[in-house]
């Protein structure tokens, strides 16, 4: 059973960054997919992005050029590096994990952290 637990949002004015973390135990992080995905009020839980293993990675549109998704094996946790901020990228922003394949259906994800809120001001 692995466990997940994010750190690190918080309010932050548009144009700035955050960095999340997402930190895991339970199971052999390297061999789990990682993701970010995340929830604004009202709205559905969507994907941000993926990585796997080995540091291949697939963004979703809306992060790309922006976000960067990254992971380190020997310290079980993966970190999103948010830059240029929009308030539209307020959201409750959750780790999830998988075994296999990078995919972006919530449903496949396995494992979930219980969320870090993250509030972009305009």
């Known amino acids: 059973q692995v466990q997940l637990v994010e750190s690190g949002g918080g309010l932050v004015q548009a144009g700035g960054s955050l960095r999340l973390s997402c930190a895991a135990s339970?199971?052999?992080?390297?061999?789990?997919?990682m993701a970010w995905f995340r929830q604004a009020p009202g709205k559905e839980r969507e994907f941000v992005v993926s990585?796997?293993?080995?540091?291949?990675?697939y963004y979703a549109g809306s992060a790309k050029g922006r976000f960067t998704i990254s992971r380190d094996n020997a310290k079980d946790t993966m970190y999103l590096q948010m830059n240029s901020l929009k308030p539209e990228d307020t959201a409750v922003y959750y780790c999830?994990?998988?075994?296999?394949?990078?995919?972006?259906?919530?449903?496949?994800?396995?494992?979930w952290g219980q969320g870090t809120q993250v509030t972009v001001s305009s």
């Open positions: 999830a994990a998988r075994r296999g394949v990078i995919v972006t259906q919530r449903y496949n994800y396995d494992y």
């Open positions: 339970g199971g052999t992080f390297s061999n789990y997919i």
């Open positions: 990585i796997s293993w080995n540091g291949s990675t």
